[in-house]
Nanobody, 119 residues
Framework: VQLQASGGGLAQAGGSLTLSCAAS?????????MGWLRQAPGKQREFVAS????????AYADSVKSRFTVSRNKFKRTVDLQLDSLKPEDTALYYC????????????WGQGTQVTVSS
């Protein structure tokens, strides 16, 4: 599986952005968990949101719950992250990633896409 992230950019506080991650693979994605993680300057990479490809069950970090929404499009094989009510502290390099169900760590990574939120 290869992941290609797109979207991101500059937004004002309170604004919105959409990130998209395209998964290219001949394999089924049914056994994968697709995730979004982020890394701000000088900080460790942190979990943002994930979605179980097969059934669409989602999980969110407390810091983004009710503001961000993760979804998947099985036909397009994409995973989107809708970022609403953005805050300056959401500024980070956002990565899409994948792991097999049951694995603790994400093992497949796309390139990062920058999100910058101005106050």
């Amino acid at each position: 599986v290869q992941l290609q992230a797109s979207g991101g950019g500059l937004a004002q506080a309170g604004g919105s952005l959409t990130l998209s991650c395209a998964a290219s693979s001949e394999r089924t994605l049914s056994y994968y968990v697709m995730g979004w993680l982020r890394q701000a300057p000088g900080k460790q990479r942190e979990f943002v949101a994930s979605i179980l490809w097969s059934e669409g069950r989602t999980a969110y970090a407390d810091s983004v719950k009710s503001r961000f929404t993760v979804s998947r499009n099985k036909f397009k094989r994409t995973v989107d992250l809708q970022l609403d009510s953005l805050k300056p502290e959401d500024t980070a390099l956002y990565y899409c990633a994948a792991k097999m169900q049951g694995d603790s760590d994400y093992t497949i990574w796309g390139q990062g896409t920058q999100v910058t939120v101005s106050s």
